[in-house]
């Protein structure tokens, strides 16, 4: 049995709860829970940051000092786990995280596991819409307007698998790809992406 | 006539240019499109903030020093108009925006020039959504678990009119109002809103 540790930002997520359940053949360790979260990160063998409101959750992880111990340990070779907010930590910055800023962390950079943002909950324009506020598909290409790093919008249901420096599309949903300059791409399951956001690795 | 001052950032705003088309009545001048915006804003007889990313708004209004002239010309009775973006950073801090974080500003804080948030594009939940993102309500109630200052969700089709010391909900669809420890209430177009999230003086 491995041990995992659990990192959450106090919060009522839906996916921490769902995810939680799924991980219960593990011994799980929830870092919020202890007195020394670096410690706890030391002595676990796999990562898993569930959802909740991003900001909040990186103001967090920068707070406690928690973002380098994680680099250096998904680094060493531990598997990390990201599920909504979770997700959004992930790539270089939270900056493409729909999640409202209720808190200032002091950076937008989070932990750089990939070298491409990743934009959870994608959803596609409605066409029939009346709404005037911006798609997410609208705010992506908001972003590129002001950051050169490749986006990929996940929709419900699909996840991204990086194992053995391949960047594998899994699930039912597909994604979307955006990049700067160039028209958004959409991917299905089972698509090796590295060729269009970057390795694990940033090549 | 009246000379409006217009302050917007780039971006392909709808509500910018909605209201742009209804103000053409005024000799506008735009703050972003002179040398000097400070001057422009001097010699204004009323101020204009359409919509665009509020990050990148606040951020352009924090880099080129005009937070402080906006409030001063509003504090000596110039009328201020902002809708999207421009409501978001009317209130004493963004933190209730929607956007997305595509650049960092300094601060979170805003001009202040009401003591309540203000969360545009206000959508009620859809209680047939099977999506696993929060709702506006669910990210507002968050934002109160970090902060003390009321938020009035305004729907499509709702404004708010500050004047003579009066709060005042207009327009066709009403908006909710959220306060730290209480639940929510809904409000009806016409109603005086200061007893609920402060007056203009915020008191």
Redesign the interface.
Known sequence: MAGAISIKC???S??FWATRERLSCYALESAHATDNPKKAIDRADALFIG?G?T??LLKALQDRELLEPIRRKVKGGAPYIGS?AGSNVAGPT???????????PR??DSLGLVPFQIS??Y?DPDPNS?????TQE???L??L???ETPVVGIR?GAWILIENGAVMLKGETGARIFRRGQAPVDVKTGAEISGLVGGPNGN
């Open positions: 106090k919060s009522r839906k996916c959802g409101n900001f909040r909504s939270i900056k493409t995280t729909k999640d409202m800023p209720i808190v200032q950076s937008f959870p909950h959803l009346t709404h005037m506020r911006e609208e705010r992506i908001q972003f307007e002001e950051n419900e």
